[in-house]
């Protein structure tokens, strides 16, 4: 047997264990976080939808209509008209024939991977893709390829090599550790080329990006039938809970049949249904929240230009400040939160070694003075 205790103290002794922190009340940028007031600085409730009034109200209304859980799987008698609603209106705000809800996004990663690839395909996948995809590839069963960070061609080159079996293609479409996007036209082109399968995991861009919040698709002004699937959380901008998968009418039936982890999960709540409803409508009808994160993005990467703070290229909400070296990322974590700034130090396996760092994440409800007291104090600890 393994001596796990001897392996914890290593990861200590590394500066890589990791710990909970308990937090009371609702995610806002002023929280109590193991008792302490602190401002939050590493949620992806980018636009303050996870304790809004009107999806609280969604909510609990749908608490009252039907209970508190689900009871089942979507296909024994989890499926509630909730469920079906927020489908449809999900498919309709993507612009795809249909969607499909799942308990989590890893679950939806894991599910469509198998579901369309095994044994004599191949999966494609960018080095820096989040772990749900990198892991929904592993146990696919398919060949794994990984191709360097936001490289077209490299991916040009492997679909190429790959002249049998199925071939499916994984990409973020936000890059959550660096923030930056995905160069989905370039990645749509060589994929159409090759005759791949294009799935786009849009987990930090759905409803934060484009003109209407549809995400980086719409950022870049690329059609849904360039990009057959397309997979999005609920639990970052909308500010509820779970997943969605969104394609053509013959992809969802298959994941229908086939994804194990649709099949063989319970239903999430059918309140948490009604709440993302809620938070979906929000997102149509109250573009400003979109502009108060522009505006507070903008004014961050302005403050820390101002500063001397060194960011990365990123022009989305998540603004990485890369350390390097492990233990003083987590010190530096550590000084920020003794001046009541939550950041969470982000270390590998994570990111690559040598790439330690904040994961600086902004807020539509981040005020101008939340900002300025983050980058003052990250002005001084550098």
Sequence with gaps: MKDLHKE?????????????????GPQQPEMIIDGKEVICFCSNDYLGLANHPEVKAAFIKGIEHYGAGSGAAHLINGHSRAHHALEQALAEFTGYPRALLFSTGYMANLGLAQALVGMGDTVLE??????????????SG??????????????????????????LVLTDGVFSMDGDIAEVPALANICQKHGAWLMVDDAHGFGVLGANGRGTLEHHGVATADVPIYMATLGKALGTAGAFIAGSDELVE???????????????????????????????SHPELRGRLKNNIHYFTSCCEQTGIELTNSQTAIQPVIIGDTQTTVAVSEQLLDQGILVTAI????????????????????????????????????
């Excluded at 914890?8 to 009371?24: E, F, G, P, T």
């Excluded at 794994?144 to 492997?158: G, I, Q, S």
């Design 8 to 24: 914890l103290q290593q990861r200590k002794a590394q500066h890589l264990y990791r710990s909970r922190r308990v937090s009371d």
């Design 126 to 139: 960018d080095r820096l893709n989040h772990a749900s995809l990198l892991d929904g590839g592993l146990l």
């Design 142 to 167: 398919a060949r794994m390829m990984r191709y360097p960070h936001n490289a077209a061609e490299e991916l040009d080159t492997k679909l190429a090599s790959r002249t049998t079996g199925e071939k």
């Design 254 to 284: 298959t994941l229908i049949q086939k994804a194990r982890t649709y099949i063989y999960t319970t239903a999430s709540p059918p309140a948490v249904a009604e709440a993302t409803r809620a938070s979906l409508n929000i997102i149509k």
């Design 347 to 382: 270390r590998p396996p994570t990111v690559p070694e040598g790439t330690a760092r904040l994961r600086i994440t902004l807020s539509a409800t981040h005020s101008h003075a939340h900002i300025d007291k983050l980058v003052t104090a990250l002005g001084v600890i550098k």
